[in-house]
């Protein structure tokens, strides 16, 4: 992985935590070399709590890679937090869409490469998530809370 998608990713992880914060709640990014949880999360009372797993895009914003595993790990309280950061003649952006881990691992497409490699792609799609769109709701906050709402 080159470095300038590792700082994609990393960018991503810490924007999420930052607005899981914002929105009340106890986020803690987990090492980078955990599996399946990019933040742990609870609420201010640990009663409720989450394992969230960050995918961030910084060009393509018509999808999101997954693991294999994405399948495999399915938890009502385990969810995902898809990003896009934009960057315009506006000014840049933060698009938020937080899927449920049920969700991603219905809706998962696998592919082979097109560039002639023997690889595997795994991914989620945009139209898939759009309805999760600004929606922490399944953190047990607001219903649709956008960024300075």
């Known amino acids: 992985m080159t470095l300038a998608k590792?700082?994609?990713?990393m960018r991503g992880v810490y924007l999420v935590a930052a607005e899981l914060?914002?929105?009340?709640?106890?986020?803690s990014p987990t090492s980078r070399s955990?599996?399946?949880a990019d933040i742990?999360?609870?609420d201010q009372k640990c009663q409720e709590t989450f394992s969230v797993q960050v995918k961030?895009?910084?060009?393509?914003?018509g999808f999101w890679l997954l693991g294999a595993k994405a399948s495999e790990i399915v938890s009502p309280q385990h969810l995902y937090v898809f990003v896009n950061l934009r960057t315009g003649k506006a000014g840049d952006s933060v698009e938020y869409y937080v899927g449920p881990s049920r969700v991603?691992?219905?809706?998962m497409k696998v592919s082979n490469s097109k560039t002639g490699q023997k690889s595997v792609w795994y991914s989620f799609y945009r139209f898939d998530?759009?309805?999760y769109r600004d929606n922490w709701a399944p953190f047990g906050v607001g219903k649709?809370?956008?960024i300075g709402s």
Do not use: C, D, F
């Open 104 to 107: 991603v691992a219905r809706k």
């Open 40 to 42: 742990l999360v609870t």
């Open 21 to 27: 914060s914002r929105l009340g709640l106890i986020a």
């Open 34 to 36: 955990a599996i399946g």
């Open 129 to 131: 998530a759009g309805e």
């Open 144 to 146: 649709r809370r956008r």
């Open 6 to 9: 590792q700082l994609t990713g």
């Open 56 to 61: 961030t895009n910084a060009r393509t914003y």
